[in-house]
């Protein structure tokens, strides 16, 4: 089955700390986003990427970083610059890269990370 | 920018009711309109969508949304809702910029389907 799998389900982090989230697809699509859900705000984009080796910065890009080195790919890393890390966290895909605005995200299962 | 807002943050309703979820939006040019569900502790799944055409809009699970351009609108409907559709819906705008399909989403009504 084709689909977004992100790891872990649940992730547990002090502060100060770095931590990746995995997300990947085998859905051959070429458009990757991360979002950060918290209560009563809905989702708020992070970071994006269309192709491999490139991405651009979200809304809320402060304190993560992210790499695109496989079309499959596309783990965000929390680094301890981000004030209130803790959320849960939701990766995303598109087929296309036309940015045309009609494309269907499809999304994963999410990540729940807290900072102790 | 765009921006939407969903007025109700919660929803109850009974099960076999109707219900309706308000989504209105904000642009300067023209949007694409999205509902996504999120059951508990899962991912967004599409419900449905507007790009142009007939402005109603049938989706899964028996959903239908209305664009209405002049209200800046986009509300949900469900004749009969089942407990099953106890779950988290977004509404979410998109336009088209060339430069990724990036979505402004609205802060989500939860919809609590009592027996």
């Known amino acids: 089955d084709g689909g977004i799998t992100q790891s872990p389900k649940y992730l547990f982090r002090k502060e100060g700390q770095n931590v990746t989230l995995s997300c990947e697809q085998n859905l051959n699509h070429d458009a990757m986003y991360w979002y950060r859900q918290d209560p009563g705000q809905g989702l708020r984009l992070i970071y994006y990427s269309q192709i491999v080796n490139d991405f651009q910065k979200g809304d809320i890009a402060e304190g993560y970083s992210v790499s695109r080195e496989k079309k499959e790919s596309f783990p965000l890393t929390v680094t301890s610059a981000q004030k209130n890390p803790t959320a849960f966290y939701l990766c995303?895909?598109?087929?296309?890269?036309?940015?045309?605005?009609?494309?269907?995200?499809?999304f994963g299962p999410g990540t729940r990370l807290t900072v102790l | 920018a765009q921006s939407v807002t969903q007025l109700d943050s919660q929803v109850p309703v009974f099960e076999e009711a109707p219900v309706e979820l308000r989504c209105n939006y904000s642009?300067?040019?023209?949007?694409?309109l999205f509902w996504y569900v999120q059951y508990p502790n899962q991912g967004l799944q599409l419900l449905l969508k507007y790009l142009s055409g007939s402005t109603l809009v049938k989706g899964i699970n028996g959903f239908e949304a209305e664009f209405n351009k002049s209200q800046t609108s986009f509300h949900l409907r469900k004749p009969s809702v089942h407990i099953s559709d106890t779950a988290e819906y977004f509404c979410a705008v998109s336009i088209q910029t060339g430069g990724g399909n990036k979505l402004t989403f609205g802060t989500g009504t939860q919809l609590k389907v009592e027996l």
């Open positions: 995303a895909s598109t087929p296309g890269t036309s940015g045309d605005g009609t494309d269907t995200q499809y």
């Open positions: 642009s300067s040019v023209s949007v694409y």
